[in-house]
């Protein structure tokens, strides 16, 4: 699982606490991509005016031969003529809805595990919209025994910036091994003493590891 | 698994790393929502493998995720005992940081039962316990 899709699920929880409601916008035919996130957001403009307080998630979905479309995921009920009215405005096409139960509103991050195509690059796969708080990708941290070491290494070593980044993952992949099978906690060395109360001995014994302090 | 069916699995396409065990445990791996406390965790195995080469030796981490649905550790098995050969069966693996990073697929690795001493060992060293 990316960083990206534990946010949308994690998203999704705190969405609401009742069924939710889960549109498919298309178009009639195939258009670019930049057209259409055009055209996207104008129509989450026309949808955010009409309705008040409408808040939920979107996800894009490039389909091989329908092109690029829109899933939306809300907490509330909108009138599907209207919503198929302010469609119309803004050039879109056909409009499906179907209620969903609250524990498969995280059934969108399948689109987010498909392979990232090349016109997709850089783009934002999902998003939130509307007055809400959802988690976004800078809110997720990692949790392993790893991201534990990485960050009790930055902490003691007082890595900041890029620089030394190659340097400083092996040196915690290495302290990773060497917490496995010496059996040390995670983020402590030997002794349960902290990284910065170790000497380098301590920590790598007579291995030659490419320390970035 | 003796040696001969060692390698006929490998003469099958098996793709089959043999190293001695340093460690293997049980920990839960995943992401965590600093704003809501939510998680997403999975339980994973795994093993640190030395790997004989060319006289020196180096360490190669396997990992093995336990199926989903299982969230006791004590449920999972691990399969390995420390200081012993074993044979594991591999999805991928890749060079990352200066290590050997690999995956297995779900099968637990396998003992290596060596009826003679095994390559490499001093003169006179008894054969590996089965």
Redesign the interface.
């Known amino acids: 699982?990316t960083?990206s899709k534990?946010?949308y699920?994690?998203a999704t929880?705190?969405l609401g606490k009742r069924p939710l409601f889960m549109w498919t916008f298309t178009f009639k035919e195939a258009l670019d991509v930049k057209k259409t996130r055009k055209k996207w957001n104008h129509l989450l403009t026309l949808l955010v005016k009409t309705f008040t307080g409408l808040c939920g998630l979107r996800v894009f979905e490039l389909h091989e031969s329908h092109g690029l479309h829109v899933h939306l995921v809300t907490n509330r009920f909108l009138d599907v003529n209207q919503a198929r009215k302010l469609a119309t405005q803004a050039g879109w096409g056909r409009v499906h809805v179907m209620r969903i139960p609250l524990e498969r509103a995280g059934y969108l991050a399948k689109y987010l595990s498909k392979e990232r195509p090349e016109c997709l690059k850089r783009w934002r796969l999902w998003a939130g919209f509307g007055d809400w708080?959802w988690?976004r990708v800078k809110?997720?941290?990692?949790?392993?025994?790893f991201s534990r070491i990485y960050r009790a290494a930055k902490e003691a070593f007082g890595w900041s910036g890029r620089r030394g980044f190659?340097e400083r993952?092996?040196l915690?992949?290495?302290l990773?091994?060497r917490t496995?099978?010496e059996?040390w906690k995670d983020g402590f060395g030997p002794g349960g003493k902290r990284y910065g109360e170790c000497s380098r001995f301590d920590l790598f014994g007579g291995s030659a590891?490419?320390s970035p302090f | 698994m003796t040696p001969e069916e060692l390698l006929r699995r490998m003469l099958l396409g098996h793709f089959i790393l043999v190293g001695e065990v340093?460690?293997a445990?049980v920990?839960?791996?995943?992401?965590?929502?600093?704003?809501?406390g939510?998680?997403?965790?999975i339980l994973?195995i795994?093993y640190?493998v030395e790997l004989p080469h060319n006289g020196a030796y180096e360490?190669a981490?396997i990992i093995r995720f336990a199926p989903r649905g299982v969230t006791d550790p004590a449920q999972v098995p691990v399969g390995v005992e420390k200081g012993r050969r074993y044979a594991f069966d591999l999805d991928s693996i890749e060079r990352?940081?200066?290590?050997l990073h690999a995956r297995m697929r779900t099968a637990l690795p396998e003992l290596i039962e060596f009826g003679v001493p095994p390559l490499g060992a001093p003169a006179g060293a008894p054969a590996a316990a089965p």
């Open positions: 699982m960083k534990a946010a699920q994690f929880q705190t708080d988690t809110d997720v941290i990692s949790d392993s025994r190659f993952m092996n915690a992949t290495f990773e091994m496995a099978i059996g590891v490419d | 340093r460690a445990d920990g839960e791996t995943g992401f965590v929502d600093t704003k809501t939510l998680s997403a965790k994973r795994t640190f360490i981490k990352k940081h200066g290590f």
